[in-house]
């Protein structure tokens, strides 16, 4: 009887042994969500990474040809130009940037404003969840690293997402969601990704942590935290949010902005939403807790920038919207580009993207400019 116990004993120690080695296995063969994001950007992934295999295949390597060039082209005509205007004209950054009705589009928010430690990014799209790459057969993976660059097109092409293109592309798939393109965004722009958090805000603001990967558990948000060529660290939020008065009111969004104290506010290719009364609180919000705000004429109404709060600064040219948005036009816009003292840019932006049609409107709150001229 004790033999049979002492081999009982050694069978039960042996499966745990097992277990433990298969639990550490996986640990070890999980990627780093570095590597995940480098994956899917089509950058190099060190030896080490379990990930590393699966770029010899040709596929991942014509996905990565692909975004190489595609890159390239852009940092020359678009990027590095962005870069250099930012670096000329806007005044000492705030720690935070605001970018409502911007999507996953971390691309100019990094180009305009690479120096804000906390990046709060907002739109209708969905947050996603976390790509599971060692478990998507071949056929999968190859249709989602497809799928990501059809993502990609107009951003990289014309400087803004379409909305109703990317309910599309978002919504379904092997890469569902925002964070995907968080990734490739971040990773082509040479951060290091620490860690991604899933979560959601309460009515007050605060947040949330949500254990899930998915957000049918109730995430609406995600924040990435990394660092940049530096070391410095930064932070990235996306919130998957209704901006409209009405989505406001349900929602602990702008009180967690406010949390955040003064940013800087970037907007374009926003639909013209905020000439809208529908859209009055954040338009007011932003009004009321930016030192600067760069944007297209997509976004707030030039008359709601009065003279004794703020001084303005025109860049490009000023044409009618686009047929869709035609009822937009501004006449008071128009009025200061007529004045002659508009700054040529060699960039476009916007939805009239190409340079020759592009504009650019800066506004400094006064303080911030007296600071910035000192």
């Not at 004790?2 to 996986?26: D, K, N, P, W």
């Not at 010899?56 to 692909?66: C, E, I």
């Not at 008071?332 to 592009?358: N, Q, V």
Request: glycine residues 8%; contains cysteine; proline residues 5%.
């Amino acid at each position: 009887m004790l033999t049979g116990f002492r081999a009982t004993r050694r069978a039960v120690l042996a499966g745990l042994l097992t277990l433990a080695a298969s639990a550490a296995s996986a640990r070890t063969d999980a990627p780093e969500v570095n590597d995940v994001a480098r994956f899917l950007a089509g950058l190099p992934l060190s030896a080490e990474s379990p990930l590393e295999p699966l770029t010899r295949g040709h596929g991942w390597q014509r996905h990565a040809a692909q975004l190489d060039a595609a890159w390239k082209e852009m940092e020359q005509r678009q990027l590095a130009r962005v870069r250099a205007w930012a670096a000329k004209y806007l005044p000492g950054p705030q720690p935070v940037l605001f970018y409502m009705f911007s999507g996953p589009d971390f691309l100019y928010a990094d180009a305009f404003f690479p120096n804000a430690s906390t990046y709060v990014l907002s739109g209708l799209e969905p947050v996603g969840s976390m790509p599971e790459l060692m478990r998507l057969p071949h056929g999968s993976m190859l249709r989602g690293l497809n799928q990501i660059r059809a993502s990609l097109g107009t951003v990289l092409s014309f400087s803004f997402f379409i909305t109703e293109d990317m309910k599309a592309k978002l919504n379904a798939g092997e890469f569902a969601g925002t964070l995907p393109i968080l990734y490739v965004f971040l990773a082509r722009a040479g951060k290091t990704i620490r860690e991604t958090s899933f979560l959601r805000l309460d009515k007050e603001g605060a947040e949330l942590p949500v254990s899930s990967r998915a957000t049918a558990s109730g995430a609406n948000g995600v924040r990435i935290t990394f660092s940049d060529s530096e070391g410095r660290t930064q932070t990235l939020y996306y919130f998957s949010t209704d901006l409209s008065d009405g989505g406001i009111r349900q929602s602990g969004f702008l009180k967690f902005c406010e949390r955040l104290g003064t940013g800087d506010g970037l907007i374009k290719s926003a639909s013209y939403l905020l000439h809208l009364g529908s859209f009055s609180k954040v338009r007011e919000f932003l009004l009321a807790n930016t030192a600067a705000i760069v944007q297209d004429d997509s976004g707030i109404p030039v008359r709601y920038f009065t003279a004794d709060q703020w001084v303005l600064q025109v860049f490009g040219t000023y044409r009618a919207p686009i047929s869709i948005f035609s009822q937009h036009r501004q006449e008071a816009l128009a009025k200061l580009f007529r004045k002659g003292e508009a700054t040529p840019i060699d960039f476009g932006i916007g939805y009239r993207w190409r340079p020759h049609e592009a504009n650019l409107l800066l506004a400094v709150r006064r303080q911030a400019r007296a600071g910035h001229d000192r």
